[in-house]
């Protein structure tokens, strides 16, 4: 079946501009993770998602970061007036979820953003 | 939070060889232990996964075994093969209110020479 799809696979864009990045999980997973990975700090938690509703978003770097999910599937990461630090891969995973304990988490290939 | 540090950060062996990367974790309250390869341009992907009531999982040429008391877990791979070279990572997950998000050490660049 489909893996974790996100889009735009690159984006490059200029400083000071807003930037929408998109991951379509897989069918059926209900929880949803963003992660961010950079040369310098490595892979790091932005956040989780249980549904729509997101109880973590300890992972926020700044208040210009938000994101929402929409009817329990699509989610949406936005950068508004994005910074040259802002510039890594943003990487999405699913998994099952639920309160059965940790589930498999599995990755899509990412956005690479590139701030000019 | 969660600390994690993995060892070594490369290592280089010959085809046919083993290797194993150590990963040490501070928070107790961990109670699931993957480990994630990555190749160039990819997504990390999930190759083993072990939960805190086994010590050990084997699939294959590829093994995790874990030591709760002494919070690290190791990845085994035997009879290396050049397709192994990639970059590998240790993501260990709590419980709770940590909702399951994984804690990622910085990461074992493998290489295998043919």
């Known amino acids: 079946g489909a893996g974790v799809s996100q889009s735009p696979s690159n984006k490059v864009t200029e400083k000071g501009k807003d930037v929408e990045l998109r991951c379509d999980p897989i069918s059926g997973h209900t929880a949803l993770y963003w992660y961010r990975q950079s040369l310098g700090q490595g892979l790091e938690f932005l956040i989780y998602f249980q549904g729509n509703s997101a109880p973590d978003k300890s992972g926020l770097p700044s208040d210009r970061f938000s994101a929402e999910r929409t009817g329990g599937s699509v989610s949406t990461l936005t950068i508004q007036r994005t910074q040259q630090e802002d510039s890594a891969v943003y990487l999405c995973?699913?998994?099952?979820?639920?309160?059965?304990?940790?589930?498999?988490?599995?990755f899509g290939d990412g956005t690479r953003l590139s701030i000019l | 939070g969660e600390n994690v540090e993995q060892h070594p950060s490369t290592l280089s062996v010959q085809e046919g060889d083993s290797a194993v990367i150590k990963c040490t974790y501070s928070d107790s309250a961990s109670n699931y232990f993957p480990w994630y390869k990555q190749e160039l341009g990819k997504g990390p992907q999930l190759i083993i996964d072990i939960r805190s009531n086994v010590g050990e999982k084997k699939d294959q040429r590829i093994a995790v075994t874990l030591n709760k008391t002494a919070k690290h877990f190791s990845l085994h791979i035997t009879e290396t093969q050049p397709e192994d070279s990639a970059v590998y990572f240790c993501a260990p997950a709590g419980g709770g209110t940590s909702y399951g998000k994984l804690t990622f050490g910085q990461g074992t660049i493998l290489t295998v020479h043919p």
């Open positions: 995973a699913s998994s099952l979820g639920g309160r059965v304990g940790n589930q498999p988490q599995h």
